[in-house]
């Protein structure tokens, strides 16, 4: 069936290091969000794509969408304590209408 | 303005009863979606509401899971017979799409954390 893979599943980085997380969908999608979960704390939403080959900044975070508009990635740079949580991909199918399907997030940790 | 918001925060229930689970959308939402996520586990889509079309129950994982959307706002989540597997935190999200390919920002309630006994 129609899936969205995220990888990887945990990720534990030094403070100041950078982090990537991936997205990968087995059919292409019209879109794709990004949405930040902290601990404890209920899904945020970050940022959509829409385009192929998309990419869009906020601060230190860089999100693309690839030009088949079948993988995605967010890229966040010299990470701080304040980025730790999970990072879900959502991505709406083009082959079916108001489908949405959830990665199952990467937990980004950080080491002091 | 006020978020979405779901009650009850928390829900402890015995094995085999039914409960109900209630969220209140961002008002002139048009669009509603429940999802459910597992301890340590990824969201998973449940139901969707857009307007008055017909929702979208393909990610209803058993016939014990029914949705309501009344009067095109507030939603109810309903499992009957409850199984210990249907433990999760259940967390509603509305969006002002009213459009297809409109941008479709989705804002998440706080949850209900559901646990079967």
């Known amino acids: 069936g129609q899936q969205v893979m995220q990888i990887p599943q945990y990720q534990h980085v030094q403070e100041g290091e950078d982090f990537t997380t991936y997205c990968n969908s087995s059919?292409?999608?019209?879109?794709i969000q990004w949405y930040k979960q902290r601990p404890g704390g209920h899904p945020v939403f970050l940022i959509q794509l829409v385009k192929s080959g998309e990419v869009k900044k906020q601060k230190r975070l860089t999100f693309q969408f690839g030009e088949a508009k079948k993988n995605s990635s967010l890229h966040i740079t010299a990470t701080q304590t304040t980025d730790v949580g999970t990072y879900f991909c959502?991505?709406?199918?083009?082959?079916?209408?108001?489908?949405?399907?959830f990665g199952k997030g990467t937990r980004l940790h950080i080491l002091p | 303005g006020a978020g979405v918001s779901q009650s009850p925060s928390n829900k402890v229930t015995e094995k085999g009863k039914d409960v109900e689970l209630r969220c209140d959308p961002i008002?002139?939402?048009?669009?509603l979606y429940w999802y459910r996520q597992s301890l340590g586990q990824g969201l998973e889509f449940l139901i969707y509401f857009q307007g008055n079309s017909a929702p979208d129950k393909s990610g209803l994982p058993s016939d014990r899971f029914s949705a309501e959307r009344t009067g095109g706002s507030v939603s109810t989540l309903t499992i009957q017979r409850t199984q210990q597997e249907d433990s999760a935190v259940y967390l509603c999200?509305?969006?002002?799409?009213?459009?297809?390919?409109?941008?479709?920002?989705?804002?998440f309630g706080p949850g209900t954390r559901l646990l079967v006994l």
């Open positions: 999200a509305s969006s002002l799409a009213s459009a297809k390919w409109a941008q479709e920002t989705q804002y």
């Open positions: 059919t292409t999608l019209s879109n």
């Open positions: 008002s002139g939402h048009t669009a």
């Open positions: 959502a991505g709406r199918m083009m082959n079916r209408d108001d489908k949405i399907i």
